[in-house]
């Protein structure tokens, strides 16, 4: 599987961004796509993860009801909504699939890795 995620961007707290990631290769053998975000010199932290073939949606708590993520199925593409953007939101953020029908949060569950993609929220 290969993951492209989107450029990032920079916006003002308060603003929107829309990540997607674009799925290609043996998608079949992908249960689940999740976004993971990183600052320099911090560990990975979990941001949300959707369900290739559900609706079963898993967010971090500190930004449920700001993010959404959602696909559509027939692009093999996932989208990763993310609203009222606050200073800490800035990381480098990362799409991954996984071949696991849970565990969803962990890193460690995820095989396929897309390349990171800054997000700039400033004050």
């Known amino acids: 599987v290969q993951l492209q995620a989107s450029r990032g961007g920079s916006v003002q707290a308060g603003g929107s961004l829309r990540l997607s990631c674009a799925a290609s290769?043996?998608?079949?053998?992908?249960?689940?796509l999740g976004w993971f975000r990183q600052n320099p010199g911090m560990e990975r932290e979990f941001v949300a993860a959707?369900?290739?073939?559900?609706?079963?949606?898993y967010y971090v708590d500190s930004v449920k009801g700001r993010f959404t993520i959602s696909r559509d199925n027939a692009k093999n593409t996932a989208y990763l909504q993310m609203n009222s953007l606050k200073p800490e939101d800035t990381a480098v953020y990362y799409c991954?699939?996984?071949?696991?029908?849970?565990?969803?949060?962990?890193?460690?569950?995820?095989?396929?890795w897309g390349q990171g993609t800054l997000v700039t929220v400033s004050s």
């Open positions: 290769g043996r998608t079949s053998r992908s249960s689940a």
């Open positions: 991954a699939a996984s071949p696991y029908g849970n565990g969803w949060w962990a890193g460690r569950n995820y095989d396929h």
């Open positions: 959707i369900g290739w073939s559900d609706n079963i949606t």
